[in-house]
């Protein structure tokens, strides 16, 4: 795991934004692994001004997201959709058709999660996956206690991961109470991937998946075994942290 300490959450922002341009120069035709929440609208924002400035094209880019909450439409101002869409995806030339989240209104959710799994598949798999992290370690909505194994699932969200999102919402009454998200199997399969914290918040967890054993009670340990994850960190989310036996850049 190669964890580069930053500054700054700008900071952090530029850098994995730069990574992510790299990527679609070096193969047009990318598939990109997305999340949502905090951590990652400044990159989102630099994308966009990157697009608008060096026209770096998305035409021949598909993209993949980590999750959806169940029973939340595109038309939804809380669902993942439509935060994809007004953050990114009507800023870039990317065809709609090719950017891709579950369908958390799917009537049958478990034909949704192996049609999702088949589309991955059909894509070639995730070149690069950008990942946040929870402050309880889940990646994805993959919560302590999920098994390495699953592959694209139905989440229970757990009460501190709802009240952690009713930020968004107008009380924590309206915050689903399911999701459905990849499987920590279905994130370890993507050929790259970039882990992006910032912020005391996230301190617990960091130092955890760097300095802690890999287990299911912390989701994303599993990325100690992948053999290309990079950690963009800030100094805050990497306060409680003695990093050993990890390489460690500037
Ligand atoms: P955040 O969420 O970026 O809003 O902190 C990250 C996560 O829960 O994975």
Same mark, same amino acid.
């Given at each position: ?168 919402? !107008?009380? =924590? ?6 999701? &459905?998200?990849?499987?920590? %199997?279905?994130?370890?399969? *993507? $050929? ?28 994303? !340990?599993? =990325? ?6 990079? &950690?963009?960190?800030?100094? %805050?989310?990497?306060?409680? *942290? $003695? ?8």
């Amino acid at each position: 795991m190669n964890v580069v300490e930053v500054d700054s959450y700008n900071e952090m922002s530029r850098k994995a934004s730069e990574l992510i341009v790299k990527k679609i120069k070096e193969n047009t035709s990318s598939v990109l692994g997305l999340a949502t929440g905090g951590t990652v609208i400044r990159v989102y924002q630099m994308l966009i001004k990157d697009h608008l400035v060096n026209g770096t094209s998305y035409r021949e880019v598909n993209t993949i997201n980590l999750d959806e909450y169940v029973g939340l439409g595109s038309s939804d101002s809380n669902s993942y959709r439509y935060y994809m869409n007004e953050n990114l995806f009507t800023h870039l030339d990317i065809p709609q058709e090719q950017s891709h989240l579950p369908n958390g209104m799917a009537t049958n959710r478990k034909e949704e999660c192996v049609k999702y799994e088949e589309l991955i598949g059909e894509l070639g798999g995730v070149d690069l996956q950008l990942l946040g992290i929870g402050e309880n370690g889940h990646i994805g909505f993959n919560e302590p206690g999920t098994s390495f194994r699953s592959k694209t699932h139905v989440v229970k969200l757990m009460e501190s991961t709802r009240k952690a999102n009713a930020r968004y919402f !107008s009380s =924590l009454d309206s915050v689903p109470t399911h999701a &459905v998200t990849m499987g920590i %199997d279905t994130i370890f399969r *993507s $050929k790259q991937i970039l882990l992006l914290a910032s912020g005391m918040k996230k301190a617990a967890a960091i130092d955890w998946l760097l300095n802690g054993e890999v287990s299911e009670d912390l989701p994303a !340990s599993i =990325l100690k075994k992948h053999n290309r994850v990079t &950690v963009i960190a800030d100094k %805050d989310a990497l306060s409680l *942290s $003695k990093v050993s036996g990890i390489t460690f850049t500037k």
